[in-house]
Nanobody
């Protein structure tokens, strides 16, 4: 099966931490760039963090210094460590492999999402 499965979401108080995991199957994980995105109710989906196949990371300004994206190629898993959580971080968090396949046919793969709720 070609899929991404997120886990680790939940309810946490402001200032707390969560670690999200995304397990990939059916793709050559090590050569793929990976992303975490999120979507809050009534808002557009936004990019949170990116990690390249070589391990280079990039973050949205809103989470920089608080979130850390990482990957374990041996486990086909990408992680998002979230610290100092704020109520505005409340959203459904999605794992994304933006460019899978060959140069002849490439498409984006998304997970089902995991809910993160931060209370004040």
């Amino acid at each position: 099966q070609v899929q991404l499965v997120e886990s680790g979401g939940g309810l946490v108080q402001a200032g707390g931490s969560l670690r999200l995991s995304c397990a990939a199957s059916g793709i050559i994980f090590r050569i793929n760039d990976m992303r975490w995105c999120r979507q809050a109710p009534g808002k557009q989906r936004e990019l949170v963090a990116t990690i390249s196949s070589g391990g280079e990371t990039n973050y949205a300004d809103s989470v920089k210094g608080r979130f850390t994206i990482s990957r374990d190629n041996a486990k086909n898993t990408v992680y998002l460590e979230m610290n100092s959580l704020k109520p505005e971080d409340t959203a459904v968090y999605y794992c994304n492999a933006p460019r899978i396949g060959s140069s002849y046919y490439t498409h984006s793969l998304w997970g089902q999402g995991t809910q993160v709720t931060v209370s004040s």
